[in-house]
Nanobody, 121 residues
Framework: QVQLVESGGGLVQAGGSLRLSCAAS????????LGWFRQTPGKEREFVAG???????AYADSVKGRFTISRDNANNAVYLQMNSLKPEDTAVYYC???????????????WGQGTQVTVSS
């Protein structure tokens, strides 16, 4: 049974930083691409960042230069370092597992339960 558990969300002031973590189990972690998505009420889930099995990365334009995705295959974990946070980054953040690095949510097979990030102005 595949399980993804996110942590690290919370309330932070604009300009601050947070580091999200996602622990995976039940999969051969190292062969999969991993993604971070976010969602706000009434909107579709949007791509934030992704990392392939070979550690190629991709980012949404809105977070380039501020967010960094990384993976630790030894510990079956993926991270999202978020710096210079803005109020518009407020959302529920989800990690996801897919076969290849893609920017579309329906390309990913497994999802975590999400963690709330709130950035105050």
């Amino acid at each position: 049974q595949v399980q993804l558990v996110e942590s690290g969300g919370g309330l932070v002031q604009a300009g601050g930083s947070l580091r999200l973590s996602c622990a995976a189990s039940g999969i051969t972690f190292r062969v999969y691409a991993l993604g971070w998505f976010r969602q706000t009420p009434g909107k579709e889930r949007e791509f934030v960042a992704g990392i392939s099995w070979s550690r190629s990365t991709a980012y949404a334009d809105s977070v380039k230069g501020r967010f960094t995705i990384s993976r630790d295959n030894a510990n079956n974990a993926v991270y999202l370092q978020m710096n210079s946070l803005k109020p518009e980054d407020t959302a529920v953040y989800y990690c996801a597992v897919g076969s290849t690095l893609r920017k579309y949510a329906d390309e990913y097979s497994y999802w975590g339960q999400g963690t709330q990030v709130t950035v105050s102005s």
